[in-house]
DNA sequence: CTCATTATTGAAAATGGTTTTCATTAACAT
DNA sequence: ATGTTAATGAAAACCATTTTCAATAATGAG
């Protein structure tokens, strides 16, 4: 289970740094399991993944870390239908496109999309603007998913 | 307060015969609800709406009844972020167009615009059949949702 | 219309993800 | 190293929603 970091500190550390926060064990845990899946994870299942590292880590620090992860804009909260809450880590200065849902409502299943992404920038370009003139409503922020059947699920109906 | 169907009975009886539903007055007064109303209503206001005429129809089978309806495709259930789901009645035969959502992420307010659905619905024709193609994924559903400070929320930052 | 069937309902209890409380611990500026 | 105080863990609280189960009422048959 090789470390993300091949060179220098992690890029949300100065973060931390800039905004006053104290950089503890707890959050560079949660961080590090952040960073090392492709998964959406809940707070559960982060709690679980970090508590094999650290065993003394509790649920509680788990949801407060990630209510100020996504406060601070490195962490992505989503609601997927599943009554919980799921977390993604934000691209980073190099990471991965932003990029939107599809969400199967049959198994759950959550496939990342960054196909068509240039066409839905310029019509959410186009709708800010208009939307923005009309309701002089300032928009900062948007969601995207569709919802259907994956691949698996198909067969079954 | 004048009943607004000034004809026949509402489009969405039928609806309850085809699928072999008992059209009850606690599902007739929540459907009334509903239909009176420009706003996005928890499962908690549309009680206190229905409880003023029929105080005996209570909290649980407003959900039971919301549950149902979401199924039966008369009612859209939305997550505006606000930790309790809100419902809209279906536009019906002739009701209102589609529509999608500006949330104000201060006051919570929730703004209707039909302007620039059009533009939507080609891009979502055209993501959708792609989407499709590349992830053989059968999409049936979207969910487009802005979110920003309204009008009101604007000089308040 | 009357009655039987059974879907529907109400009240209360349970559920479960998330948040709060509060005493203890640990990050970090000095 | 030390003091200040942000951060933490365990337990309890929160609260929207769901489940339970006995009572009720919508519908169809007669
Ligand atoms: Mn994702
Ligand atoms: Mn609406
Ligand atoms: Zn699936
Ligand atoms: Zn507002």
Same mark, same amino acid.
């Given at each position: 289970m090789p470390r993300c970091r091949r060179g220098g500190p992690p890029w949300w550390e100065p973060r931390f740094q800039e905004a006053g926060f104290r950089l503890t064990i707890s959050r560079q845990a949660i961080l590090e399991v952040l960073s090392n899946t492709k998964e959406h994870l809940s707070a559960e299942e982060i709690y679980l993944a970090v508590h094999k590292n650290? #065993?003394?880590?509790g649920l509680t620090t788990v949801y407060r870390t990630l209510e100020l992860l996504v406060d601070m804009g490195l962490v992505f909260k989503f609601d997927f239908g599943d009554k919980r809450a799921r977390y993604e880590l934000s691209p +980073? #200065?190099? +990471?991965?496109r932003h990029h939107h849902h599809l969400v199967c409502t049959n198994c759950g299943r959550v496939i990342d999309y960054t196909d068509f992404i240039d066409e839905e920038r310029e019509l959410l370009r186009r709708t800010e603007t208009g939307l923005s003139e009309k309701y002089n409503f300032k928009i900062t922020d948007h969601l995207i998913q569709f919802y259907g059947l994956c691949d698996e699920c198909q067969g079954q109906f």
């Open positions: 650290y #065993p003394n880590i +980073g #200065p190099a +990471g991965k």
